[in-house]
T-cell receptor, first 116, second 112 residues
C-alpha cells in the first residue's frame, strides 16, 4: 500500500513570496490533515478535511494560508505572502474515516520550508 | 483548551534497558491517543493507537497504556536498542475524533 505522498520535499523562498505544497493521501482515506511543525516542537494542526469539506481550520492563519481538497483526494496548501516565521516543516497526514472511528493517522515525509 | 505535555524532554539510556515515556493531557473527554516516532528529517510513524474505551495496546516491544481519569498515557519500551533512538510524540483527539493536539516530544538516545 502506497503511503502519503508530499511534494516538494524542500523549498527555499524569500519573504513575501508565495509557495504551494501538494499532498496525495493513502487511497481510500476520507480524512486529510495539514500540520505545521516548527523545529523542536510537536506538529500543530492547521486544517482538517473530511472528503472535500473542511472540518476544522481554527488554527489556520487565513490572511495568508489557504488550502483546498477539490475532489476529496489530493490537497494543496498555499502560503501567500510568506513570512520568516513560516519557516517550518509542513506535514500532511490522512486517516480512514474519523467519523467511523478510523482516526489512526498516517503521515507523509513533509516539506521543509525555509523563508529568508 | 487541550494541552499535551511530555516528560522528560530528552532521555539517554544504555542499550538493553527498559524505559517509560510519559504523556499528560488536560482533555478528559479524549477520543483516542496515538503514539508516534519521528526520525530526524522525517515524517511521523504511527506506533500505537489507543481508543478511549481501551486501557492499553501492545506491539512487539512496545506497550502503551491510557488512564483517562488521571490524564496520562505511558509508552513502555522493553529491551531498548540503538535503532529505537528517535523523538517520540503523543497526540490526543477530542470526542469527535478531531482537534488533534500533539505533545512536544521526548528525544530518546539509546547508546550501544
Amino acid at each position: 500500500e502506497a503511503g502519503v505522498a508530499q511534494s516538494p520535499r524542500y523549498k527555499i523562498i524569500e519573504k513575501r513570496q508565495s509557495v504551494a505544497f501538494w499532498c496525495n493521501p493513502i487511497s481510500g482515506h476520507a480524512t486529510l490533515y495539514w500540520y505545521q511543525q516548527i523545529l523542536g516542537q510537536g506538529p500543530k494542526l492547521l486544517i482538517q478535511f473530511q472528503n472535500n469539506g473542511v472540518v476544522d481550520d481554527s488554527q489556520l492563519p487565513k490572511d495568508r494560508f489557504s488550502a483546498e481538497r477539490l475532489k476529496g483526494v489530493d490537497s494543496t496548501l498555499k502560503i501567500q505572502p510568506a513570512k520568516l516565521e513560516d519557516s517550518a516543516v509542513y506535514l500532511c497526514a490522512s486517516s480512514l474515516d474519523r467519523v467511523a472511528g478510523g482516526s489512526e493517522q498516517y503521515f507523509g515525509p513533509g516539506t521543509r520550508l525555509t523563508v529568508t | 483548551k487541550q494541552e499535551v505535555t511530555q516528560i522528560p524532554a530528552a532521555l539517554s539510556v544504555p542499550e538493553g534497558e527498559n524505559l517509560v515515556l510519559n504523556c499528560s493531557f488536560t482533555d478528559s473527554a479524549i477520543y483516542n491517543l496515538q503514539w508516534f516516532r519521528q526520525d530526524p528529517g522525517k515524517g511521523l510513524t504511527s506506533l500505537l493507537l489507543i481508543q478511549s474505551s481501551q486501557r492499553e495496546q501492545t506491539s512487539g516491544r512496545l506497550n502503551a497504556s491510557l488512564d483517562k481519569s488521571s490524564g496520562r498515557s505511558t509508552l513502555y519500551i522493553a529491551a531498548s536498542q540503538p535503532g529505537d533512538s528517535a523523538t517520540y510524540l503523543c497526540a490526543e483527539s477530542d470526542n469527535y475524533g478531531q482537534n488533534f493536539v500533539f505533545g512536544p516530544g521526548t528525544r530518546l538516545s539509546v547508546l550501544p
